[in-house]
């Protein structure tokens, strides 16, 4: 009996409070009935991750409005410093983005690689999560420990609608990396023409070279963009 009382103390120890099982469950009635006892908002699973990181995640968008409702703690930090206004924003949900906010989210606030929110950009392109970030204070000129910007992010997965938000925003296009590559090498590799037009008419130099000695018209010619290399090419681009 000693053994098998142990056992369950064990395993009570090592189980999930009662509001996270609900949300891992997608259990929302029970959610709202253990807030509307009093459970404790600010819980964590066995990983560190929160209640409203888990419900953000999950897309559980229903269970996030019910815990913001209860006074919950928006700048909680994950294991690798996310915050929920970090996945909200790379998952592009603008009304919880800027619920979070108006709920003092920190905007400015970093994850342990110096990504910001607004580096965390959306699969998709969602210029209006952008505009709610900028409009909070967000600096559009920040970089990560690897001088990445959400400049040299968006250029990259093709957000051309962002781009022109940030550019706008008066984000800077000769900006590097530390491997000394800039928004439109990032763009010519991947073949964004659109998005390559933009940067050179913001004036993007064309003659950059990052550590392996490549520029962006390097880059395009060693993946086959051949519109992007006429483009280059045009605006002054020898090698």
């Known amino acids: 009996m000693l053994v098998v009382a142990a056992l369950i103390l064990v395993l009570a120890a090592c189980s999930d409070d009662p509001l996270i099982n609900a949300i891992q469950d997608r259990d929302v009635h029970k959610v709202q009935s253990l807030l509307e006892q009093g459970n404790e908002v600010n819980v964590y699973n066995r990983a560190g991750d929160s209640a409203l990181a888990i419900a953000i995640r999950e897309a559980q968008l229903d269970v996030v409005q019910l815990l913001l409702q209860h006074n919950i703690d928006v700048n909680v930090h994950g294991v690798l410093g996310?915050?929920?206004?970090?996945?909200?924003?790379?998952?592009?949900?603008?009304?919880?983005?800027?619920?979070?906010?108006?709920?003092?989210?920190?905007?400015?606030?970093?994850?342990?690689?110096?990504?910001?929110?607004?580096?965390?950009?959306?699969?998709?392109d969602e210029p209006e999560v952008v505009r709610l970030l900028l409009g909070y204070g967000a600096d559009v000129h920040h970089g990560n420990h690897l001088g990445?910007?959400?400049?040299?992010?968006?250029?990259?997965?093709?957000?051309e609608q962002?781009?022109?938000?940030?550019?706008?925003?008066?984000?800077?296009?000769?900006?590097?990396?530390?491997?000394?590559?800039?928004?439109?090498?990032?763009?010519?590799?991947?073949?964004n023409n659109t998005i390559v037009k933009r940067l050179l008419a913001a004036g993007a130099n064309v003659d950059f070279r990052d550590n392996d000695d490549d520029s962006a018209l390097s880059l395009a010619l060693k993946k086959g963009h051949i519109e992007t290399v006429d483009l280059l090419r045009a605006a002054g681009a020898r090698r």
């Open 148 to 159: 990445l910007n959400s400049l040299m992010v968006a250029a990259y997965m093709g957000h």
């Open 82 to 124: 996310v915050t929920p206004l970090m996945l909200a924003v790379s998952a592009g949900y603008v009304d919880i983005t800027r619920e979070l906010l108006e709920r003092g989210a920190d905007v400015k606030a970093l994850d342990h690689s110096g990504n910001s929110a607004l580096m965390l950009l959306p699969i998709r």
């Open 162 to 191: 962002i781009v022109d938000v940030l550019l706008e925003a008066g984000a800077d296009v000769n900006t590097r990396m530390r491997t000394g590559q800039t928004a439109l090498m990032r763009a010519a590799r991947q073949g």
